[in-house]
């Protein structure tokens, strides 16, 4: 959130710039105009050595969308997959 208010922009911006600084793809997702708007305005700051290295403390060892080693997530996709409409990922 630091970060964030620093540079005048949501956590989720800073997290798309974190991964694009780091070389990653990344492919946002919105179907809000407002939020796609968001994700495109990433270009115009960067995050400096240390805050690159403080948010990389955050990193848990495991994946934060989808833990496929834990069974729990791996019954809710299954879930997901027979009832979409009544289940959400």
């Known amino acids: 959130m630091a970060i964030a208010r ?12 974190w991964d ?12 809000h105009r407002e939020r796609m708007a968001e994700n495109l305005a990433v270009w115009d700051f960067a995050l400096d050595e240390g805050e690159m290295a ?16 834990e069974p729990s997530e791996v019954k809710r996709v299954y879930d997901y997959l027979r009832n979409p409409v009544l289940t959400s990922l």
């Open 54 to 69: 403080q948010i990389a403390t955050l990193d848990r060892g495991r994946p934060t969308l989808l833990d496929p080693g």
């Open 6 to 17: 620093r540079h005048g922009k949501t956590p989720a911006q800073v997290i798309l710039r």
């Open 20 to 31: 694009l600084q780091q070389g990653v793809a990344v492919i946002p997702k919105s179907v």
